[in-house]
């Protein structure tokens, strides 16, 4: 493998649609010779939020990670590491599937809600699948953005970075969501 894009942002392009990936910002979280893995930061799921309201008895914002093993429960988490089991992404942030550990951790108060982000499922790809995609631009490399990866995002974020990103990235910002209709 000549290039990894761990801990780069992927933007779709508006090619994309009609599916989870559309308009989505998704946060490559590993990616090596076997693939890739990888969380969508913009994507809020409204059914697994309420069923985690009435578990946890406070609002948690859950966001569809992509779409495998939507069983499955991530946590990026800002700041204090609560368990042994994580995985770094940045010197601030870190991945987790450890539930119980993060739970207890905003229970006792040793990390709040806002610093925790929560996803259902991942978005995977297979051995060079993901170089593909971005060859055939169906996704936007962002080599560096500063971004809180625990921010409640929406489909908002899509936009302001297409705009950011300036030149056609403008026009494609200003796109209707269904490219067809242009």
């Given amino acids: ?14 090619d ?8 989505s910002v998704v946060l490559i979280v590993d990616h090596n010779d076997e693939g890739a893995f990888g969380l ?7 059914n697994m939020s309420a069923r985690l ?6 609002a948690v914002d859950v966001y569809e990670g992509g ?7 991530f946590f990026i988490s800002k700041g204090k590491k609560v368990t042994e089991n994580y995985s770094d992404i940045s010197e601030e942030f870190y991945l987790t599937e450890d539930i119980e550990s993060v739970v ?30 971005v060859r055939r631009k169906m996704w936007t490399v962002v080599e560096v953005y500063n971004l809180d ?13 297409m705009q950011n990103l300036g030149g056609e990235f403008l026009l494609w910002a200003n796109a209707p969501e269904d490219v067809s209709m242009n």
């Fill in 1 to 14: 493998m000549n290039y990894s894009y761990k801990g780069k942002i992927l933007i779709s392009t508006p």
């Fill in 16 to 23: 994309i649609s009609g599916d989870i990936f559309s308009r």
């Fill in 40 to 46: 969508i930061l913009n994507k809020k799921n409204k």
């Fill in 53 to 58: 309201l009435k578990i946890f008895g406070f």
């Fill in 67 to 73: 779409p495998v093993e939507n069983d499955k429960i």
């Fill in 104 to 133: 207890t951790g905003m229970i006792e108060e040793q990390i709040s809600v806002e610093e925790v982000k929560v996803f259902s499922g991942y978005s995977g790809w297979a051995s060079q699948q993901l170089e593909s995609e």
């Fill in 149 to 161: 990866y625990t921010l409640p995002n929406d489909e908002k974020l899509w936009k302001s970075i």
